[in-house]
Each structure stands twice: as C-alpha cells, then as structure tokens.
C-alpha cells in the first residue's frame, strides 16, 4: 500500500503522493468481471499500442484506450473506473478492427462502463443522453437545420425512426424503464444538483 | 512370426517415480500393489528413475528370477523410453517386443496434477490395460533394408547447397534438386548480412560454384519432384526437368553438337523482343523472354520463358555455332533411386498487401524489405541507389515498420514472430545512415528481438549511429496524395503520446511464410506440418532435423523462420543425420508390418487398394490367390487389418486379440 506522508501544504502533498504500484492496489475480480462483460479476453494484451494508433480520441485528449488495457489485466480497479477518460471512448471500433492480439478493446471499455455505472459514476452528459432517448428515441433529436438539409437532399423531413413513428416510443422506454436506467439517470442527476 | 508361444503369461510390472513427476501426484505404492493383483503378473515393482541404470537392471534380473515372458514399465512415454526399456527386457534375454509401456506421466500426473486420487486410479486403469496387452505379446524380429548410397537434397537456397556440400564431402553422391533456374535462394537477393555486414553474394558465390563443380553433386536446376515411392534407404523419386529450351555443353554434345552449348554469353538475350518483369528482381527490372535472373547465376545457363516467347526464332540465329537453343523442347521425367532426403524448401514473403492499414501495393512509397534488399544493392535495378518509387527522389525520412504481419492473431497475419526482421531491419537503418548523408531511420517496434551471437551488440551499435527507435506498433498509414509522402500513425508507447510522423518512404518487414510449393512438395515426401504451415520436425529439442518419416530431413526455413546462421547449422545437422543410415549399410525397420494368414485370406484382393503405400499384392501360392505383403514397405498403419473381411490380416504388435484384450480390460476391470 502507498505509503502516506503528511505535508502541510495539500498541493505538496499531492505532487509528491507516493506513486508505486503495490500488490493490494489490484483487485484481481475486476479483470473476470470485465472479461465476462466485454467477452473479450483483455488479458492476452500485449501493449503494442496499435489501438491508441488508431483511436480518434487519443490525439485530442489524454485518452489512452492502452493504458485501460493495463488497468483491466492489473487489476486496477480504482483507477480505471475513477478516471474521466474512461467516457471519452467514440465507440467507432478501429481499434477492434486492427488489435493484433484480435481483442476488442472498445469491448473492454464499455464492460468498465458499466462497472462504472453500477458505482454511480457516469458524466451528466451521458446521463442527459439517457433522458433525451427516453424523452424522443435519440440521443442526438432531429433538428431544424437537420431537417432543411434533409428536405435538400430529397428526403422526408424526419428518418425512420421514432421521429415518424413515435407510437413506437414506449416500447424504448419500456427497455429503458426494465434496466432502471432512466430512474438511476434522473437520480444520480438529482443528486449532484 | 512368434517363437516362443505365450502358453502362460508371466508379467512384471514396473512402476517410475520419475522423481516427484509422477510420484508427486500418484501414489506409486498403491499403483504396485494393484498391480499384483492382475491376472498374470508375477512380480511388481517400483524405482525412483526406472530409466537409470540401476532400474534397468531390475527389468533384467526380474525376467530371469521369474522366468517371466513380458514387461510393462508403467512411467514416460513410449517416445521417450520405449527403445530404453526394450533394451532393457533384451537384456534380460526376453525379446525386446515383449515390453509394454503405460503412459502415466505425459497423459496422466502432468495433466491430472491437482487431482492425485482419479490420477492414482487412471494409471491403475493403464496399468491393467498393458499388462493385458503384455501378457499376449510376441517375439518380433525387425527387418534389414540396404540403403541406398545417394542422397537428395530438394531447394538450392544457402540451407539446400549446405545440405548438398556435406553429403557430397562425406563422398556421398546427392542430387540436388531446384525448381528455379538457379541455386542461391533468397540468400542471392540480399545486399549485407547482419551482424557482420559481409556483402552476400560475396560469402555465397564461392558455395554455389562448389555445388556446380563438386563431383558427388548432381545439380537439377529448374526441376521439380514429381513422385515419391519406397522408404527409408529405397525411394523412388520421380522429377520433372522442365524444359529449359537450352542445352548445357554436356546436353550438346549428347546430341552430337560438339563444343556447342550455352556459354552463358548472352548474345540470344540481346536480341530476343519480348521483355518481362524480373521475378528475382521483384518486378523492379526487366528481363527478356530467354533470360538469367542475375550474373552470378550457377549454373550459368539460359532459360526460355516458353509462356512468353513468341517463337521468332531471333535468339536461335544469335546463338549461331553454339546451337545452345532449342525452341522445341518439352518437359523430362527422369526416375532417381536415393537412400535418403533432406527438405529444404525456404520460405516466401507474406502477401502484405493483405493489411490493407499499411497501404502496400497502394501507396508508391511503401515497398517491403526485400525490396529494400533490392534497391540498396549495388547489382540490384538501380545500381544501389535507394529511390522512391514514386518520383526517383532520394529518401531522407525512412520508417521501418517491424512486425509487419507476425505477431499477429487476426484472420490476416501469421501469429508467430518472423525472427530475422528486427536484425534486417535495423542493417537496413545502418544502410541508409552509410549510403545517405543526412538521412534518419526511424524503427518502430514492439520488442527488438536480438538473440544471436553478436546480434545484441548490433542492436546497440546501430542505436549508436543515430537510428530513432519508436516503441509501438504501426496502426496505419495514409498517403499525401500530392508529395506522396507518408504519415506513419502509431503510439509511442512509452511516451504515451500518438505519433503521426511524416517520411519519405515506408519499409515493411513482412511476415514470411512457407513457399508457395511446400504443401505440395512435403506430401509427396509424407512430411507433416504444424499448424503454421512449417514442415515438422520430429522433436522440437532432441530431433530437430528428422520428421516422422524415416529417412527424410529438414533444413533451413522450411521448419520455421531461420536466419542463414542458423539455417547453415540445421543444414550441417540434416546432412549428418542424413548420411547416418547410408553410412551404416541397411536400417532396420520396426517389425509392425501386416501379415497374412493365407488359410483365410479370400483372395479378394480389396485390400490392395486399401493400403495407402502400395504394400499389398496379389501372389498365386499352391494353386490359390492370396494376397502377400511387401514388408519394407507396409508402415503398419493397420488400414488393411480393420478392413479385410475374413480377418485374414495380422497386425504385427496391434493384432486384433491384444487390442480387445486391451479393451476387455478397461471395460471389465480386470476381472477378464
Ligand atoms: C529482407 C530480408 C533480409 C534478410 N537479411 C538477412 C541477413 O542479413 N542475415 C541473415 O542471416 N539472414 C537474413 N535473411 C534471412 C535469409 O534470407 C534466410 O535465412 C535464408 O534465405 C534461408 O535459407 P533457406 O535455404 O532455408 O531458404 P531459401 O533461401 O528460401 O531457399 C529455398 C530454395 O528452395 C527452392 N525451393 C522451394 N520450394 C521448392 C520445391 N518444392 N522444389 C524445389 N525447390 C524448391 C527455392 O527456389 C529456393 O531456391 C533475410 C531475409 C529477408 C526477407
Ligand atoms: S492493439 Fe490490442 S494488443 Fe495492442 S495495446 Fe491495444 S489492446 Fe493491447
Ligand atoms: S472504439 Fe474507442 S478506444 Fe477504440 S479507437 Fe474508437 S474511440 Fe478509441
Ligand atoms: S524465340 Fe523466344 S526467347 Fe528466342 S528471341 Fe524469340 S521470343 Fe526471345
Ligand atoms: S523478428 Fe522482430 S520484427 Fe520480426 S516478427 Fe519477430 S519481433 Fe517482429
């Protein structure tokens, strides 16, 4: 375990935490867990780093999808599910497409999502997305400029889905409502005001 | 067939600790006192190392204190210790064929190791199944086949004209067999050679010129191996010559042509109007339809590409005198008869195009490494400039990408690691600091994999010289579609930072795989292959140069990826244990043959057809048609037992009794 020092001045204390890793700091759990949610088996990375080459996000923040992988077969449960970046993922798959190890670690991320979520840790705007899909179908609703560009190309103004159809929206809330999501949204939300 | 009749069975069983490997899991004591109690056995025992001398002994004196007729050693595996405890029966004076082993070490306490109990009751299991085996065995007598006193060798790369040099040196005539025109391999495309930076062709002419001139080498340029027939010490081996469309000076003079025959003066290339892609130069240069790959070529004859040439009969007039020119030629099939053979078949490159993320074959300026080889070369199709193909320009920027295609789990790619691509590649970022002033190689890779004798010391003598090393594998590249340059995306993973380097060209150390004939050719030779593909050998560690079939040999990247220091050495170990069984005269063969009862064989002859190494035959015998069995021939794999009708045939050591006793065994529990 870390071992602690007191300094008086909180920011010295925080600049020189100590950082070793520890044995205890790991919880071996995390990586089963995340293996039997992601259904890829995270352990056989081998830190070449071809996702984070690949992975729009990288370059414009500090979203390293890699070093997650690092978490996941270390164990670091803590650090993993407490970092912002872990919600930075676009979802796009390249790096699934080129993981020479064949892994999906796009896979992985969203297994510690969920963990995440179970932990109530997710970003607002996340939880805001889940309101709106309850609210419209979408997380991104059709939108004015949306429908002019459509009505250009040719296309009616709202796409095949909810839009058009909205008697289908209770059975998305139906889905949402059985996995508690929108209640733990709106809670969690509620909570943070 | 058997000696002495099994009128009553007296078995010994022995059971092996093998120190804590067996006896850490199961209990020994409990395996020999069971044993006692099964039907037969007359006396069981137990040792720490029954392999050692002091166990051995224990067999001897057991079958002379007890007068017994068969031994089971319950321990390893028949692999690893049969021929150890057949001496050890034989030297009790039992015939060694009435030893038995129970496999309870490599298929019972090593995969059983947390499960001592069902361990402890599986090797009684396996215990009473060889002790019913033992009890019906007979004496065997191996068979003596001459050998054959010649050798082949099929691939001329530095591993085959290896190969073919120590046969021909320890006065064994070996023919070696190529299916290019000419011998050198991949070796003759290479500019250097890491660690020591000799130029290649320099060390590998004098060798090919050997093979051309020593005397016990029969060297068969453009042939290929059609057939192969017989076993150890007797093949047949039928080779297509395919027509070359140019005689040799021997060639000539057969045909009454005197002092005619291919000089190698060239003059037909000159004047022949069809030009085609070089193969040996990659495409990069041209080459006419009558054509060598290169100058050093051996022999130094010319081929005609009949798939190109038009007939205009140019090249047969600038000939003249020599008459070396013969349009109308057509494939030969010559039959050679050799004791032996050694494999050594090479690799290719890896189509890396296949990935498609690093733009091959779509960007002009990503070429691979033997490509590289090519272009740096002073021989090579720019006179050793290294140029873009895109514009000619001199590159200054240059990445190398490691792993390109190894290492690699997807459906595209080979999963294991190519071997010699981190040492090429960091004496291609050597080169180019030598040959280009100011010009930087940036190598990124995952782990430089610098095991060799010096190689360690190379890796830090090229990092010394500037090269920029990039921890990460590439993840793609895209192209400028107006400079043509490149940008290289990967992670420095040390850094943790995303890197988009921009460079002038792009080298892919690719994967290598095995060439494009191996299936075909390791078939008719009856060799297996491992998963990969590579040709397997019969050990990984103590027979790394045989294969399953007797008598045939591997060398060199065919049995997986190899530099020339270790293809050189696995050739020189190929060739000695080749000339192993030429030297001794005649190999005996293990006496499993099938034979048959004649009262009870039909004639029918549906066997014949069964076998699949043309052992059967049908014979007249005292007015009856039976059928009669080649045994140097019949590998004892037993097709023909379990198919003949009438059980007429005998499988030598797996006759059909011993197996239902086997079975009877198991099933009953010993209580038969
Ligand atoms: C870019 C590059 C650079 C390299 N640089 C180095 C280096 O600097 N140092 C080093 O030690 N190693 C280097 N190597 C590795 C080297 O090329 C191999 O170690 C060596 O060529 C292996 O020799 P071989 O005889 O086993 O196979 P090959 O050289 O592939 O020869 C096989 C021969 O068999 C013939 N053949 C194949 N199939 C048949 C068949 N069915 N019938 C008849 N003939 C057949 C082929 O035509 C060929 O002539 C490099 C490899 C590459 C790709
Ligand atoms: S690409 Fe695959 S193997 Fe490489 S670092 Fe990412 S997850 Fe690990
Ligand atoms: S799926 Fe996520 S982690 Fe993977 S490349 Fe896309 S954004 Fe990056
Ligand atoms: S006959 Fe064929 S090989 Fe000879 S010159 Fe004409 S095209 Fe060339
Ligand atoms: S030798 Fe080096 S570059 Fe080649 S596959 Fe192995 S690790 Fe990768």
């Known amino acids: 375990m870390a071992v602690k020092k007191d300094y008086m001045d909180q920011k010295l204390a925080e600049k020189l935490r100590d950082r070793k890793y520890y044995a205890p700091d790991s919880n071996p759990e995390f990586l089963k867990e995340v293996e039997k949610i992601g259904q890829t088996p995270a352990h056989m990375c081998y830190q070449c780093g071809t996702c984070t080459g690949s992975c729009p996000s990288a370059p414009r923040s500090s979203y390293r999808i890699r070093l997650f992988m690092r978490k996941a077969v270390l164990g670091l449960e803590e650090e993993a599910l407490t970092d912002p970046d872990l919600w930075l993922c676009t979802t796009c798959y390249s790096c699934t497409d080129r993981c020479p190890r064949d892994l999906a670690p796009t896979d992985t991320i969203m297994a510690m999502r969920n963990l995440a979520f179970r932990r109530d840790i997710v970003p607002r705007n996340f939880l805001q997305t889940v309101q709106l899909i309850y609210k419209s179908g979408h997380g991104v609703p059709n939108n004015d400029a949306n429908r002019a560009a459509r009505k250009r190309l040719g296309l009616d103004e709202e796409p095949e889905t909810t839009h058009k159809y909205p008697e289908y929206l209770p059975g998305i809330q139906k889905i949402l409502d059985h996995y508690r999501l929108k209640e733990n949204a709106d809670r969690i939300l509620a909570e943070g005001e | ?672």
């Open chain 2, 1 to 672: 067939m058997a000696e002495v009749k099994n009128k009553e069975a007296r078995i010994g069983v022995f059971v092996c600790h093998c120190g804590t490997n067996i006896a850490g899991t199961i209990d020994i004591e409990a395996v020999k006192e069971y044993a006692k109690t099964i039907p037969n056995v007359v006396v069981a025992d137990n040792y720490a190392y029954m392999c050692s001398t002091p166990g051995q002994n224990k067999i001897a004196d057991a079958i002379k204190e007890h007068n017994l007729t068969g031994v089971v050693v319950a321990a390893c595996t028949p692999r690893l210790h049969e021929p150890t405890f057949r001496n050890a029966t034989a030297a009790g004076g039992l015939n060694p064929f009435r030893f038995e082993m129970a496999n309870i070490r490599d298929q019972n306490s090593w995969v059983h190791m947390h499960q001592p109990v069902e361990a402890t009751e599986k090797a009684k299991d396996a215990v009473r199944i060889a002790v019913a085996k033992a009890s019906l065995l007979e004496d065997l007598v191996p068979k003596s086949v001459p050998v054959e006193k010649t050798a082949m060798v099929v691939g001329g790369g530095v591993g085959g004209m290896q190969a073919a040099l120590d046969l021909a040196d320890a006065g064994i005539k070996t023919y070696l067999v190529e299916k290019s025109p000419t011998i050198g391999g991949r070796m003759s495309q290479l500019d250097k050679t890491f660690p020591t930076l000799d130029c290649s062709q320099c060390i590998l002419t004098p060798k090919m010129v050997d093979v051309y001139r020593n005397e016990n080498i029969e060297l068969l340029t453009y042939t290929e191996v059609e057939a192969v027939e017989g076993y150890i010490g007797n093949f047949d081996v039928t080779l297509r010559k395919k027509a070359r469309g140019v005689l040799t000076p021997k060639e000539a003079e057969a045909r009454g042509i005197v002092g005619g025959g291919c000089t190698g003066c060239g003059d037909c290339a000159n004047v022949c109007p069809v030009i085609k892609p070089n193969p040996f130069e990659l495409g990069m240069a041209p080459r006419k339809a009558i054509y060598i790959y290169h100058p050093q070529v051996s022999p130094l004859i010319y081929t005609v590409d009949f798939d190109a040439c038009v007939k205009c009969g140019l090249c047969v007039e600038a000939c003249g005198e020599k008459k070396a020119v013969d349009l109308e030629a057509k494939d030969e099939f010559i039959t050679v008869k050799v004791g032996t053979a050694i494999l050594a078949l090479g690799y290719d490159i890896f189509p890396i195009e296949k990935k498609f993320e690093f733009g091959y074959k779509n960007f002009d300026n990503v070429i691979t490494s033997l490509e590289f080889e090519r272009l740096i070369c002073a021989s090579g199709p720019t006179g050793g400039h290294l140029v873009r193909p895109s514009d000619g320009e001199t590159p200054k920027r240059i990445a190398f990408v490691l792993c390109a295609g190894s290492r690699d789990n997807t459906d595209t790619g080979k999963p294991y690691c190519s071997r010699f691509c981190c040492m090429y590649s960091l004496k291609h970022a050597h080169q180019i600091i030598e040959k280009i002033p100011g010009a930087v190689p940036y190598i990124f890779y995952m782990d430089i994999r610098s095991f060799g004798k010096m190689y360690e010391e190379f890796y830090y003598r090229i990092q010394n010289e500037g090269a920029k090393f990039i921890r990460g594998r590439v993840a793609n590249i895209t192209e400028d579609p107006v400079t043509k340059n490149l940008h290289v995306n990967a992670e420095d993973t040390l850094l943790g930072r995303p890197v988009d380097l921009e460079v002038d060209m792009v080298v892919l150390a690719a994967a290598i795989q095995p060439s494009a004939e191996t299936e075909k050719t390791r078939r008719l030779f009856g060799v297996s292959c491992s998963q990969d593909g590579w040709l397997l050998e019969a050990h990984p560690k103590l027979n790394p140069c045989g294969t399953t079939t007797a008598g045939v040999y591997l060398a060199g990247a065919c049995q997986g990826p190899k530099d020339i220091p270790d293809t050189v050495a696995q050739a020189e170990g190929a060739a000695s244990a080749a000339s192993i069984p030429i030297h001794k005269g005649e190999v005996e063969l293990e006496p499993y043959f099938a034979q048959c009862i004649e009262e009870k064989c039909a004639g029918c002859g549906m066997c014949v057809y069964q076998c699949p190494y043309q052992a059967l035959s049908l014979v007249e015998k005292n007015g009856r048609t039976v059928m009669q069995v080649t045994e140097a021939k019949c590998k004892g794999c037993g097709t023909c037992g379990g198919f003949c009708p009438g059980g007429a045939i005998w499988m030598q050591h797996f006759a059909s009794p011993q197996i239902i006793a086997q079975i009877d065994a198991f099933l009953l529990g010993g209580e038969q």
